[in-house]
Protein backbone atom coordinates (compact mmCIF):
# COMPACT_ATOMS: atom_id res chain seq x y z
CA UNK A 1 0.00 0.00 0.00
CA UNK A 2 1.24 3.29 -1.10
CA UNK A 3 1.31 6.12 1.91
CA UNK A 4 -0.69 8.89 1.27
CA UNK A 5 1.50 12.25 1.14
CA UNK A 6 0.10 14.73 3.72
CA UNK A 7 -1.06 17.98 2.54
CA UNK A 8 0.97 21.24 2.88
CA UNK A 9 -1.33 23.66 4.88
CA UNK A 10 -3.38 25.62 2.33
CA UNK A 11 -1.87 29.69 2.72
CA UNK A 12 -4.65 32.13 2.22
CA UNK A 13 -4.17 34.22 -0.32
CA UNK A 14 -3.39 37.85 0.04
CA UNK A 15 -6.62 40.14 0.63
CA UNK A 16 -8.78 40.86 3.74
CA UNK A 17 -8.57 38.10 6.49
CA UNK A 18 -10.90 34.82 6.21
CA UNK A 19 -13.93 34.38 7.91
CA UNK A 20 -12.05 32.11 10.87
CA UNK A 21 -8.88 34.46 10.73
CA UNK A 22 -8.07 36.22 14.55
CA UNK A 23 -8.05 39.08 12.13
CA UNK A 24 -11.17 39.33 10.82
CA UNK A 25 -12.55 41.38 13.71
CA UNK A 26 -10.23 44.63 13.81
CA UNK A 27 -10.37 44.23 9.74
CA UNK A 28 -14.67 44.55 10.25
CA UNK A 29 -14.07 47.25 13.08
CA UNK A 30 -11.54 49.44 10.31
CA UNK A 31 -14.45 49.01 7.98
CA UNK A 32 -17.08 50.61 10.21
CA UNK A 33 -14.99 52.97 11.21
CA UNK A 34 -14.06 53.91 7.22
CA UNK A 35 -17.87 53.92 7.05
CA UNK A 36 -18.38 55.91 10.19
CA UNK A 37 -16.07 58.69 9.55
CA UNK A 38 -17.62 59.39 5.76
CA UNK A 39 -20.94 58.64 5.68
CA UNK A 40 -21.67 58.96 9.94
CA UNK A 41 -22.93 56.50 12.18
CA UNK A 42 -26.73 57.41 11.80
CA UNK A 43 -26.47 57.06 8.18
CA UNK A 44 -24.20 54.28 7.63
CA UNK A 45 -25.63 50.62 7.97
CA UNK A 46 -24.73 47.29 8.61
CA UNK A 47 -25.30 46.06 5.20
CA UNK A 48 -22.85 49.24 4.18
CA UNK A 49 -20.55 47.97 6.50
CA UNK A 50 -20.09 44.53 5.21
CA UNK A 51 -19.90 46.24 1.49
CA UNK A 52 -16.77 47.88 2.87
CA UNK A 53 -15.26 45.21 4.92
CA UNK A 54 -16.01 42.51 1.71
CA UNK A 55 -18.02 40.35 3.80
CA UNK A 56 -21.29 39.29 4.24
CA UNK A 57 -23.79 41.12 5.94
CA UNK A 58 -24.30 37.46 8.07
CA UNK A 59 -20.82 37.54 8.66
CA UNK A 60 -20.59 40.76 10.69
CA UNK A 61 -23.97 40.35 12.02
CA UNK A 62 -21.98 37.24 13.65
CA UNK A 63 -19.27 38.78 14.73
CA UNK A 64 -21.16 42.26 16.51
CA UNK A 65 -25.29 41.41 16.31
CA UNK A 66 -25.86 45.13 16.08
CA UNK A 67 -24.61 48.49 15.19
CA UNK A 68 -24.50 49.79 18.44
CA UNK A 69 -22.36 46.67 19.54
CA UNK A 70 -19.81 47.82 16.63
CA UNK A 71 -20.02 51.60 17.65
CA UNK A 72 -19.17 50.69 21.27
CA UNK A 73 -16.39 48.38 20.17
CA UNK A 74 -14.83 51.21 17.93
CA UNK A 75 -15.07 53.43 21.36
CA UNK A 76 -13.91 51.07 23.27
CA UNK A 77 -10.82 49.70 21.20
CA UNK A 78 -10.21 52.96 18.91
CA UNK A 79 -11.32 56.02 20.55
CA UNK A 80 -10.46 55.31 24.32
CA UNK A 81 -6.65 53.93 23.58
CA UNK A 82 -6.31 57.24 21.80
CA UNK A 83 -7.71 59.52 24.94
CA UNK A 84 -5.63 57.31 26.89
CA UNK A 85 -2.88 58.38 25.22
CA UNK A 86 -3.25 61.74 24.93
CA UNK A 87 -3.79 61.89 29.10
CA UNK A 88 -0.32 59.99 29.63
CA UNK A 89 1.29 63.38 27.82
CA UNK A 90 -0.54 65.41 29.95
CA UNK A 91 0.16 63.76 33.14
CA UNK A 92 3.81 63.53 32.51
CA UNK A 93 4.10 67.22 31.40
CA UNK A 94 4.48 68.24 35.00
CA UNK A 95 2.98 71.86 36.36
CA UNK A 96 4.67 73.99 33.77
CA UNK A 97 1.86 75.81 31.94
CA UNK A 98 4.37 76.03 28.55
CA UNK A 99 5.31 72.48 29.00
CA UNK A 100 1.46 71.15 29.63
CA UNK A 101 0.05 72.94 26.55
CA UNK A 102 3.49 71.67 24.46
CA UNK A 103 2.45 67.82 25.84
CA UNK A 104 -1.15 68.29 25.14
CA UNK A 105 -0.65 69.41 21.37
CA UNK A 106 1.96 67.66 20.53
CA UNK A 107 0.03 64.89 21.96
CA UNK A 108 -3.00 65.25 20.15
CA UNK A 109 -1.07 65.52 16.96
CA UNK A 110 0.75 62.37 17.93
CA UNK A 111 -2.57 60.65 17.85
CA UNK A 112 -3.67 62.02 14.58
CA UNK A 113 -0.73 60.69 13.04
CA UNK A 114 -1.57 57.24 14.69
CA UNK A 115 -5.46 57.47 14.04
CA UNK A 116 -6.07 60.12 11.43
CA UNK A 117 -9.77 59.25 11.49
CA UNK A 118 -9.94 61.01 14.95
CA UNK A 119 -10.58 64.64 13.83
CA UNK A 120 -13.29 64.52 11.37
CA UNK A 121 -14.96 61.18 13.76
CA UNK A 122 -14.55 63.97 16.63
CA UNK A 123 -16.34 66.48 14.74
CA UNK A 124 -19.08 64.39 13.77
CA UNK A 125 -20.03 62.38 16.19
CA UNK A 126 -19.10 64.26 19.35
CA UNK A 127 -19.09 68.27 18.55
CA UNK A 128 -22.19 67.88 16.25
CA UNK A 129 -25.63 67.88 18.52
CA UNK A 130 -27.16 64.14 18.46
CA UNK A 131 -23.54 62.79 17.85
CA UNK A 132 -23.50 59.22 18.56
CA UNK A 133 -20.31 59.28 20.85
CA UNK A 134 -21.01 62.72 22.42
CA UNK A 135 -22.59 61.16 25.89
CA UNK A 136 -19.89 58.11 25.67
CA UNK A 137 -17.33 60.58 25.75
CA UNK A 138 -18.67 63.11 28.50
CA UNK A 139 -19.50 60.43 30.77
CA UNK A 140 -16.23 58.56 29.97
CA UNK A 141 -13.48 60.63 29.33
CA UNK A 142 -14.32 64.49 29.17
CA UNK A 143 -14.65 65.64 32.56
CA UNK A 144 -11.54 64.32 33.53
CA UNK A 145 -9.00 65.60 30.95
CA UNK A 146 -10.48 69.24 30.49
CA UNK A 147 -10.47 69.52 34.34
CA UNK A 148 -7.13 68.14 34.66
CA UNK A 149 -5.53 71.00 32.51
CA UNK A 150 -7.94 73.96 33.73
CA UNK A 151 -6.58 73.28 36.94
CA UNK A 152 -2.98 72.87 36.54
CA UNK A 153 -3.38 76.37 34.61
CA UNK A 154 -5.46 77.88 36.93
CA UNK A 155 -2.58 76.86 39.24
CA UNK A 156 0.14 78.09 37.24
CA UNK A 157 -1.87 81.43 37.23
CA UNK A 158 -1.86 81.29 41.29
CA UNK A 159 2.03 81.10 40.57
CA UNK A 160 2.31 84.08 38.61
CA UNK A 161 3.35 81.83 35.72
CA UNK A 162 0.31 82.15 33.15
CA UNK A 163 -1.37 84.62 31.87
CA UNK A 164 -4.21 86.32 34.59
CA UNK A 165 -5.92 87.63 31.73
CA UNK A 166 -7.38 84.24 30.37
CA UNK A 167 -9.44 81.73 31.74
CA UNK A 168 -7.99 78.53 32.31
CA UNK A 169 -11.29 76.60 31.30
CA UNK A 170 -11.29 78.40 28.02
CA UNK A 171 -7.68 77.96 27.67
CA UNK A 172 -8.45 74.29 27.24
CA UNK A 173 -10.99 74.57 24.92
CA UNK A 174 -8.70 77.19 22.12
CA UNK A 175 -6.34 74.57 22.56
CA UNK A 176 -8.67 71.92 21.29
CA UNK A 177 -9.78 74.54 18.98
CA UNK A 178 -5.66 74.98 17.38
CA UNK A 179 -5.58 71.06 16.80
CA UNK A 180 -8.44 68.71 16.29
CA UNK A 181 -10.08 71.71 14.12
CA UNK A 182 -7.37 72.53 11.72
CA UNK A 183 -6.53 68.68 11.65
CA UNK A 184 -9.94 67.78 10.51
CA UNK A 185 -10.23 70.99 8.32
CA UNK A 186 -6.32 70.28 6.93
CA UNK A 187 -7.39 68.82 3.40
CA UNK A 188 -9.54 71.61 2.57
CA UNK A 189 -6.67 74.07 3.50
CA UNK A 190 -4.19 72.39 2.00
CA UNK A 191 -5.97 72.85 -1.75
CA UNK A 192 -6.72 76.89 -1.27
CA UNK A 193 -3.43 77.20 -0.12
CA UNK A 194 -1.57 74.62 -2.14
CA UNK A 195 0.75 73.94 1.10
CA UNK A 196 1.71 71.08 2.97
CA UNK A 197 -0.36 71.36 6.53
CA UNK A 198 1.06 68.74 7.90
CA UNK A 199 0.83 67.42 11.82
CA UNK A 200 3.82 68.86 12.24
CA UNK A 201 2.94 72.35 10.49
CA UNK A 202 -0.16 72.51 12.78
CA UNK A 203 1.44 71.94 15.95
CA UNK A 204 4.16 74.86 15.57
CA UNK A 205 1.78 77.02 14.35
CA UNK A 206 -0.52 76.25 17.74
CA UNK A 207 2.47 76.32 19.81
CA UNK A 208 3.77 79.62 18.98
CA UNK A 209 0.12 81.11 19.01
CA UNK A 210 -0.44 79.53 23.24
CA UNK A 211 3.08 80.76 23.72
CA UNK A 212 2.98 84.28 22.96
CA UNK A 213 -0.69 84.50 24.50
CA UNK A 214 0.34 82.28 27.73
CA UNK A 215 3.11 84.40 29.05
CA UNK A 216 2.19 86.67 32.06
CA UNK A 217 2.67 90.61 31.21
CA UNK A 218 5.87 91.07 33.08
CA UNK A 219 7.83 88.25 30.53
CA UNK A 220 6.61 90.18 27.31
Known amino acids: MTATKPRAPRRRAPGRPGPDSPELRPHLIDAALTCFVRDG ?6 RGIAACAGV ?3 LLNYYFGSKLALRDAIFEERLMPAMFSLREHVIAAGDDPNGVARSFVQGVFSVVERAPWLPSLWVREVLCEGGAFRELLLTRIAPELPQLLA ?4 QAQ ?13 LVVSMIGLTLFPAASAPI ?3 IFQADLGTEVLAHHALALLAHGMEPPHAL
Open 151 to 154: GRFA
Open 56 to 58: TPA
Open 41 to 46: IAATSL
Open 189 to 191: WRQ
Open 158 to 170: HQGTLNPGLDPRL
